[in-house]
Protein backbone atom coordinates (compact mmCIF):
# COMPACT_ATOMS: atom_id res chain seq x y z
CA UNK A 1 0.00 0.00 0.00
CA UNK A 2 3.04 2.26 1.09
CA UNK A 3 4.80 1.92 -2.18
CA UNK A 4 1.72 2.99 -4.44
CA UNK A 5 0.38 5.51 -1.95
CA UNK A 6 4.36 7.45 -2.52
CA UNK A 7 3.42 7.23 -6.59
CA UNK A 8 0.90 10.33 -5.07
CA UNK A 9 1.62 11.69 -1.87
CA UNK A 10 4.63 12.28 0.43
CA UNK A 11 4.94 9.94 2.97
CA UNK A 12 7.19 10.24 5.76
CA UNK A 13 10.19 8.13 4.14
CA UNK A 14 10.40 11.28 2.39
CA UNK A 15 10.59 13.78 4.62
CA UNK A 16 14.83 13.42 5.40
CA UNK A 17 15.70 14.27 1.97
CA UNK A 18 13.56 17.16 0.97
CA UNK A 19 13.93 18.55 4.78
CA UNK A 20 17.63 18.74 4.31
CA UNK A 21 17.70 20.12 0.77
CA UNK A 22 14.95 22.91 2.05
CA UNK A 23 17.28 23.53 4.52
CA UNK A 24 20.55 23.96 2.82
CA UNK A 25 18.93 26.39 0.29
CA UNK A 26 16.87 28.43 2.90
CA UNK A 27 19.12 28.53 5.54
CA UNK A 28 16.68 27.82 8.31
CA UNK A 29 16.32 26.13 11.57
CA UNK A 30 14.65 23.14 11.30
CA UNK A 31 11.78 24.19 13.02
CA UNK A 32 10.72 26.86 10.75
CA UNK A 33 10.56 24.83 7.98
CA UNK A 34 8.18 22.19 9.57
CA UNK A 35 5.70 24.82 10.12
CA UNK A 36 6.27 26.79 6.62
CA UNK A 37 2.25 27.33 5.34
CA UNK A 38 1.41 26.50 1.68
CA UNK A 39 0.64 29.85 1.03
CA UNK A 40 1.95 32.42 -0.77
CA UNK A 41 2.06 34.65 -3.84
CA UNK A 42 4.90 35.08 -6.97
CA UNK A 43 5.96 38.40 -7.47
CA UNK A 44 7.08 39.58 -10.62
CA UNK A 45 8.08 35.44 -11.60
CA UNK A 46 11.05 35.39 -9.90
CA UNK A 47 10.19 35.76 -6.31
CA UNK A 48 8.23 33.85 -3.94
CA UNK A 49 6.75 35.34 -0.59
CA UNK A 50 5.90 33.64 2.23
CA UNK A 51 5.76 33.56 5.83
CA UNK A 52 7.49 32.03 8.30
CA UNK A 53 7.22 30.98 12.05
CA UNK A 54 9.86 31.03 14.49
CA UNK A 55 9.06 30.23 18.23
CA UNK A 56 12.33 29.74 20.05
CA UNK A 57 11.65 33.31 21.44
CA UNK A 58 7.49 33.28 21.43
CA UNK A 59 5.66 33.51 18.47
CA UNK A 60 7.05 35.71 15.47
CA UNK A 61 6.31 35.60 12.49
CA UNK A 62 8.52 36.95 8.92
CA UNK A 63 7.44 37.93 5.59
CA UNK A 64 10.35 36.07 3.44
CA UNK A 65 11.35 36.78 -0.09
CA UNK A 66 12.99 33.59 -1.92
CA UNK A 67 14.50 33.72 -5.44
CA UNK A 68 12.77 31.06 -7.78
CA UNK A 69 15.13 31.15 -10.59
CA UNK A 70 14.53 29.40 -13.96
CA UNK A 71 13.13 25.49 -13.94
CA UNK A 72 16.28 24.15 -14.51
CA UNK A 73 17.54 25.50 -11.04
CA UNK A 74 14.56 24.05 -9.21
CA UNK A 75 16.78 22.27 -6.69
CA UNK A 76 19.03 25.16 -6.28
CA UNK A 77 17.28 27.91 -4.89
CA UNK A 78 15.42 28.55 -1.88
CA UNK A 79 12.27 29.48 -4.12
CA UNK A 80 12.46 26.69 -6.30
CA UNK A 81 12.49 24.06 -3.80
CA UNK A 82 9.19 25.35 -2.05
CA UNK A 83 7.18 25.36 -4.94
CA UNK A 84 8.47 21.62 -5.71
CA UNK A 85 7.14 21.07 -2.39
CA UNK A 86 3.78 22.76 -2.70
CA UNK A 87 3.28 20.56 -5.99
CA UNK A 88 4.35 17.17 -3.85
CA UNK A 89 2.57 17.59 -1.59
CA UNK A 90 -0.92 19.53 -2.79
CA UNK A 91 -3.21 16.22 -2.89
CA UNK A 92 -2.31 15.63 1.36
CA UNK A 93 -2.58 19.33 2.22
CA UNK A 94 -6.38 19.27 0.70
CA UNK A 95 -7.19 16.04 2.18
CA UNK A 96 -5.64 16.81 5.58
CA UNK A 97 -7.65 20.43 5.14
CA UNK A 98 -4.14 21.79 5.93
CA UNK A 99 -2.35 25.23 5.34
CA UNK A 100 0.93 23.81 6.08
CA UNK A 101 3.01 23.06 2.88
CA UNK A 102 4.23 20.06 4.69
CA UNK A 103 1.32 17.29 4.78
CA UNK A 104 2.24 13.51 3.91
CA UNK A 105 0.36 10.20 3.26
CA UNK A 106 0.36 8.11 6.98
CA UNK A 107 -0.32 4.06 6.61
CA UNK A 108 -1.36 3.55 10.10
CA UNK A 109 -5.05 3.27 10.58
CA UNK A 110 -6.02 2.38 7.24
CA UNK A 111 -4.18 5.28 5.78
CA UNK A 112 -4.58 9.37 6.16
CA UNK A 113 -3.31 12.41 5.52
CA UNK A 114 -2.43 14.41 8.12
CA UNK A 115 0.01 17.65 9.00
CA UNK A 116 2.71 15.44 11.43
CA UNK A 117 3.62 17.87 13.09
CA UNK A 118 0.62 19.58 14.35
CA UNK A 119 0.49 18.79 18.35
CA UNK A 120 4.61 18.79 18.55
CA UNK A 121 6.99 19.70 16.24
CA UNK A 122 9.25 17.33 17.69
CA UNK A 123 7.13 14.46 17.19
CA UNK A 124 8.55 11.10 16.68
CA UNK A 125 7.15 10.81 12.91
CA UNK A 126 10.39 12.29 11.48
CA UNK A 127 13.12 13.55 10.08
CA UNK A 128 15.91 11.18 11.73
CA UNK A 129 18.79 12.66 10.31
CA UNK A 130 21.33 10.34 12.09
CA UNK A 131 19.42 6.96 10.48
CA UNK A 132 18.80 8.49 7.09
CA UNK A 133 22.56 9.29 6.72
CA UNK A 134 23.64 5.90 7.77
CA UNK A 135 21.17 4.43 5.38
CA UNK A 136 22.60 5.87 2.67
CA UNK A 137 26.54 5.24 3.51
CA UNK A 138 27.39 8.63 4.00
CA UNK A 139 30.67 9.37 5.38
CA UNK A 140 33.13 12.13 6.65
CA UNK A 141 36.76 11.47 7.00
CA UNK A 142 36.30 7.93 7.29
CA UNK A 143 33.59 7.93 9.51
CA UNK A 144 30.24 7.67 9.61
CA UNK A 145 28.63 11.30 8.76
CA UNK A 146 27.32 13.10 11.81
CA UNK A 147 24.34 14.98 10.19
CA UNK A 148 22.24 17.27 12.15
CA UNK A 149 19.80 20.42 10.87
CA UNK A 150 21.87 22.65 13.16
CA UNK A 151 25.13 21.84 11.29
CA UNK A 152 23.45 22.64 8.08
CA UNK A 153 22.18 25.69 8.89
CA UNK A 154 25.65 26.71 10.10
CA UNK A 155 27.17 25.56 7.23
CA UNK A 156 24.72 27.72 5.03
CA UNK A 157 25.12 30.53 7.38
CA UNK A 158 29.51 30.59 7.28
CA UNK A 159 29.31 30.01 3.51
CA UNK A 160 26.76 32.96 3.23
CA UNK A 161 29.13 34.90 5.78
CA UNK A 162 32.72 34.21 3.42
CA UNK A 163 30.53 34.94 0.58
CA UNK A 164 29.87 38.69 1.74
CA UNK A 165 33.06 39.28 3.27
CA UNK A 166 32.35 38.38 6.70
CA UNK A 167 29.18 40.18 7.01
CA UNK A 168 27.37 37.84 8.96
CA UNK A 169 23.90 39.14 6.95
CA UNK A 170 20.75 37.44 8.75
CA UNK A 171 22.76 35.13 10.65
CA UNK A 172 23.99 38.07 12.41
CA UNK A 173 20.16 38.88 13.05
CA UNK A 174 18.78 35.81 13.80
CA UNK A 175 21.90 34.58 16.54
CA UNK A 176 23.74 35.77 19.31
CA UNK A 177 26.70 37.16 19.19
CA UNK A 178 28.26 34.13 21.52
CA UNK A 179 26.82 32.00 18.98
CA UNK A 180 27.77 34.10 15.93
CA UNK A 181 31.79 33.75 17.32
CA UNK A 182 31.76 30.54 18.19
CA UNK A 183 29.74 28.89 15.34
CA UNK A 184 31.08 31.08 12.54
CA UNK A 185 34.41 33.11 13.56
CA UNK A 186 36.09 30.99 16.11
CA UNK A 187 36.71 28.28 13.53
CA UNK A 188 37.86 30.46 10.29
CA UNK A 189 41.29 32.12 11.07
CA UNK A 190 40.74 34.73 8.63
CA UNK A 191 37.62 35.43 9.93
CA UNK A 192 38.84 35.91 13.47
CA UNK A 193 41.53 38.25 11.94
CA UNK A 194 38.68 40.45 10.32
CA UNK A 195 37.03 40.46 13.32
CA UNK A 196 39.66 41.55 15.79
CA UNK A 197 40.73 44.88 13.13
CA UNK A 198 37.01 45.58 13.66
CA UNK A 199 36.52 45.42 17.03
CA UNK A 200 40.23 46.62 17.78
CA UNK A 201 38.72 49.80 16.03
CA UNK A 202 35.87 50.26 17.65
CA UNK A 203 37.57 50.34 21.16
CA UNK A 204 39.71 53.02 19.57
CA UNK A 205 37.12 54.83 18.46
CA UNK A 206 36.00 54.85 21.48
CA UNK A 207 38.86 55.48 23.64
CA UNK A 208 39.51 58.95 21.41
CA UNK A 209 36.25 59.87 22.42
CA UNK A 210 36.27 59.60 26.21
CA UNK A 211 40.24 60.86 26.30
CA UNK A 212 39.38 63.85 24.11
CA UNK A 213 38.71 66.34 26.66
CA UNK A 214 41.60 65.09 29.34
CA UNK A 215 44.86 67.13 28.48
CA UNK A 216 47.53 65.82 26.85
CA UNK A 217 50.13 65.38 29.78
CA UNK A 218 46.90 62.80 31.56
CA UNK A 219 46.76 61.13 28.18
CA UNK A 220 50.50 60.25 27.73
CA UNK A 221 50.81 56.54 26.64
CA UNK A 222 51.62 54.42 30.02
CA UNK A 223 55.00 52.86 28.46
CA UNK A 224 55.85 56.63 28.09
CA UNK A 225 54.98 57.49 31.49
CA UNK A 226 58.28 57.91 33.90
CA UNK A 227 58.51 55.08 36.47
CA UNK A 228 56.82 55.85 39.69
CA UNK A 229 59.03 57.82 42.51
CA UNK A 230 60.15 56.33 45.49
CA UNK A 231 57.61 58.38 47.88
CA UNK A 232 55.23 56.37 49.93
CA UNK A 233 52.06 57.51 48.02
CA UNK A 234 53.48 54.96 45.51
CA UNK A 235 52.14 51.61 45.63
CA UNK A 236 51.93 48.10 43.21
CA UNK A 237 48.39 47.36 42.83
CA UNK A 238 47.78 44.22 41.09
CA UNK A 239 49.12 44.52 37.57
CA UNK A 240 51.34 47.67 37.84
CA UNK A 241 52.42 50.83 39.82
CA UNK A 242 50.23 53.58 40.86
CA UNK A 243 52.81 56.66 41.44
CA UNK A 244 50.05 58.88 43.18
CA UNK A 245 47.38 56.97 45.14
CA UNK A 246 45.64 60.04 46.26
CA UNK A 247 45.88 61.74 42.47
CA UNK A 248 42.02 59.81 42.41
CA UNK A 249 40.77 61.14 39.05
CA UNK A 250 37.25 61.30 40.00
CA UNK A 251 37.90 62.69 43.35
CA UNK A 252 41.71 64.73 43.53
CA UNK A 253 43.35 64.09 46.61
CA UNK A 254 40.90 61.17 48.68
CA UNK A 255 42.61 57.71 48.54
CA UNK A 256 41.60 55.51 45.16
CA UNK A 257 39.39 52.85 45.64
CA UNK A 258 38.75 52.19 41.94
CA UNK A 259 38.43 48.57 40.42
CA UNK A 260 42.04 47.49 39.88
CA UNK A 261 40.91 47.59 36.02
CA UNK A 262 40.82 51.11 35.96
CA UNK A 263 44.33 51.44 36.71
CA UNK A 264 45.12 51.00 32.37
CA UNK A 265 42.76 54.17 32.27
CA UNK A 266 44.49 56.32 34.79
CA UNK A 267 46.85 59.05 34.33
CA UNK A 268 48.54 57.74 37.57
CA UNK A 269 49.48 54.54 36.24
CA UNK A 270 52.69 53.43 35.04
CA UNK A 271 54.23 50.09 34.03
CA UNK A 272 58.23 48.31 34.31
CA UNK A 273 59.28 44.98 32.74
CA UNK A 274 58.32 43.28 36.53
CA UNK A 275 54.93 43.80 35.31
CA UNK A 276 54.69 42.20 32.28
CA UNK A 277 54.30 38.71 33.12
CA UNK A 278 51.47 39.33 35.04
CA UNK A 279 49.49 41.24 32.07
CA UNK A 280 50.45 38.64 29.39
CA UNK A 281 48.63 36.30 31.57
CA UNK A 282 45.73 38.93 32.24
CA UNK A 283 45.57 38.76 28.51
CA UNK A 284 45.05 35.65 28.37
CA UNK A 285 42.42 35.77 30.25
CA UNK A 286 40.33 38.82 29.11
CA UNK A 287 40.44 36.21 25.89
CA UNK A 288 38.68 33.63 27.62
CA UNK A 289 36.18 35.76 29.08
CA UNK A 290 35.70 37.67 24.97
CA UNK A 291 34.36 34.12 24.54
CA UNK A 292 31.74 33.87 27.38
CA UNK A 293 30.45 37.25 28.04
CA UNK A 294 28.36 39.10 25.55
CA UNK A 295 30.27 41.89 23.51
CA UNK A 296 28.77 44.86 24.68
CA UNK A 297 29.81 43.73 28.06
CA UNK A 298 32.90 42.72 27.62
CA UNK A 299 33.80 46.32 25.97
CA UNK A 300 32.14 48.12 29.13
CA UNK A 301 34.46 45.67 31.54
CA UNK A 302 37.47 45.11 29.85
CA UNK A 303 37.59 46.87 26.46
CA UNK A 304 39.91 49.34 28.47
CA UNK A 305 42.94 46.96 29.61
CA UNK A 306 42.44 45.68 26.43
CA UNK A 307 43.13 48.54 24.20
CA UNK A 308 46.25 49.60 26.71
CA UNK A 309 47.80 46.34 26.57
CA UNK A 310 47.15 45.46 22.91
CA UNK A 311 48.00 49.25 21.72
CA UNK A 312 50.48 50.32 23.90
CA UNK A 313 52.18 48.32 26.96
CA UNK A 314 52.76 45.32 24.85
CA UNK A 315 53.78 47.04 21.16
CA UNK A 316 56.48 49.25 23.47
CA UNK A 317 58.75 45.52 24.04
CA UNK A 318 60.56 44.17 21.96
CA UNK A 319 59.47 40.13 20.48
CA UNK A 320 62.20 38.73 22.18
CA UNK A 321 61.36 40.57 25.82
CA UNK A 322 57.81 39.50 25.03
CA UNK A 323 59.01 35.90 24.22
CA UNK A 324 61.10 35.93 27.66
CA UNK A 325 58.40 37.81 29.79
CA UNK A 326 55.70 34.77 28.34
CA UNK A 327 58.10 32.25 30.32
CA UNK A 328 57.67 34.21 33.11
CA UNK A 329 53.87 34.22 33.23
CA UNK A 330 52.05 33.56 36.31
CA UNK A 331 49.31 30.56 36.50
CA UNK A 332 46.71 33.18 37.36
CA UNK A 333 46.46 36.53 37.83
CA UNK A 334 43.73 38.82 40.70
CA UNK A 335 41.03 38.97 38.06
CA UNK A 336 39.22 35.75 39.52
CA UNK A 337 39.42 38.22 42.39
CA UNK A 338 37.78 41.11 40.68
CA UNK A 339 35.10 38.91 39.15
CA UNK A 340 33.94 36.64 41.69
CA UNK A 341 35.34 37.76 45.25
CA UNK A 342 32.63 35.72 47.30
CA UNK A 343 35.27 32.95 46.58
CA UNK A 344 38.04 34.06 48.74
Not at 58 to 69: C, N, R
Not at 97 to 113: A, W
Not at 257 to 279: Q, R, S, Y
Request: hydrophobic residues 40%; neutral net charge.
Amino acid sequence: MIDLARMLFLTVRDLEPLLVLLAIRTGRNVETLKELTGEHRIRESSVLETQTIKRRRGYESETVLWDIGSAKRQLKTAGGMYLLLHRLGRRSRDLARSDKLLCIFLQRNGGSHRFVWENRLNNVAGPDLGAWARSHNLTEGGAALRLTFNRIKTTVDRERAQANNFQLDRAAVTNTPEVLYRSYIAPDPTARRALESITNGALLDLDARLTAERSPEKTAPISQRPEAPDVPDAITTAFMRCRDVLGNPEQPGVECNADMLACFGCPCAVVGDEHIPTILRLSAELIEHFERLPLEQWIARFGQAWLAIHNDILPSRTTEEIAHFATLMPTHTALKILEKPEMF
